[in-house]
């Protein structure tokens, strides 16, 4: 897989039958492993090892209905309170990020109400500060780490 613009992370790698797979700590089983998991799994381990979320307060691909159509969030870390701090939307690194990229994450944001949004493709990363009073974001240099 392709060196992405994150720490080196200690992921276990397994052949199957399926193709090489990856353990998800969060999920606690072996997925398969494809260029949009390779970067799901680097934000995941930066969250938990470099920014240190608790791996209790993150989620990992779950669904979620947004105009009555059926979506899934790549990765979500919940305040402590059961409300959303962060959503991450993970691309694969040859996807460029653009104003579509921003859009479904503003999108699936006015339904989950995250206070942080990431975009990433694990070359490139973007970090937003929402304020949801005005649905307006402003850029930040990095996401805050963890704290109580």
Not at 79 to 90: A, H, K, R, T
Not at 101 to 115: E, G
């Amino acid at each position: 897989m392709q060196p992405l613009d994150f720490p080196s992370y200690p992921f276990r790698l397994k052949s199957s039958e399926k193709g090489l797979q990856i353990f998800d700590i969060i999920r606690k089983k072996f997925v398969l492993l494809q260029p949009e998991e390779w970067v799901r799994q680097h934000v995941v381990h930066f969250l938990v090892e470099t920014k240190k979320y608790p791996k209790s307060l993150i989620n990992v691909e779950k669904q979620l209905v947004v105009n009555q159509l059926k979506k899934r969030y790549d990765v979500v870390v919940f305040q402590p309170n059961g409300s959303i701090y962060l959503l991450v939307e993970c691309k694969a690194p040859e996807v460029t990020i653009d104003q579509a990229t921003f859009d479904q994450i503003a999108r699936y944001n006015l339904q989950l109400q995250a206070k942080y949004l990431m975009v990433t493709n694990g070359l490139n990363h973007y970090y937003c500060k929402m304020d949801l009073e005005s649905e307006k974001y402003k850029f930040l240099k990095e996401i805050p780490d963890f704290s109580r």
